[in-house]
């Protein structure tokens, strides 16, 4: 069974600091994915990575940075955290034109 | 032409009844279309999927009904459970561009006991 781990599943930050979200697949997916899941406005994708130290910019990349330096491992970073990046992140992956496998999600506070 | 429009945005029905959410899109260049589910605390899942060549697929008491000409698809769960209770996202993309799909905004149903 395909496992996309995400290493926590709260975290509570304060505005302005640096904040890293980790996800590791064991798969050897080739794509992996961040989305932000707020209440009413769906999935939406930050960034995505087609290989290694490869990245796209999603539909709101604003604020936001990634590191893809091993296939199973795709990091988000947020660099300077704000308050209205409080929110639901999901990490996906999967194979080219195969169905997403997500993690279970980071709830983030930034307070 | 990039959304896919989802309703509806809540659904209550009893247990045994006939769940149904419906989506629409504008991208006529859309080729795959799945269905997520999404259980609290946990990641959205693949539920069951259909491609426009076909106008409904099965899967248990999960039925994808896909009409081309109208850019309309609808999920329906027969006999539906509490245990269906979740948020179910529809998509859409075109095969080959996973960085392309584009989820509705999702419907969270509750099946009452």
């Known amino acids: 069974d395909v496992k996309v781990t995400q290493s926590s599943r709260y975290l509570v930050k304060r505005t302005g600091e640096k904040v890293f979200l980790e996800c590791v697949q064991d798969?050897?997916?080739?794509?992996m994915f961040w989305y932000r899941q707020d209440p009413g406005l769906g999935l939406r994708l930050i960034y995505f990575s087609y290989d290694v130290k490869m990245k796209e910019k999603g539909d709101i990349p604003e604020g936001y940075s990634v590191s893809r330096e091993k296939k199973e491992r795709f990091s988000l970073i947020l660099e300077s955290a704000s308050t209205n990046q409080t929110s639901m992140y999901l990490c996906a992956s999967s194979f080219i034109s195969s169905p997403l496998h997500f993690g279970n999600g980071t709830r983030l506070t930034v307070t | 032409q990039q959304q896919v429009k989802q309703s509806p945005q809540s659904l209550i029905v009893q247990k045994g009844g006939i769940s149904i959410i419906n989506c629409a899109y504008e991208n006529t260049a859309f080729d795959y279309f799945p269905w997520y589910q999404q259980f609290p605390g946990k990641g959205p899942a693949l539920l069951i999927a259909?491609?426009?060549?076909?106008s409904e697929k099965k899967e248990g008491r999960f039925t994808i009904s896909f009409n081309k000409s109208a850019k309309q698809f609808s999920l329906h769960i027969m006999d539906s459970q509490p245990g269906d209770s979740a948020t179910y996202f529809c998509a859409a993309s075109s095969l080959g561009r996973d960085d392309k799909i584009i989820f509705g905004k999702g419907t969270r149903l509750h099946i009452l006991p």
């Open positions: 259909i491609r426009p060549d076909v």
């Open positions: 798969m050897d997916h080739e794509n």
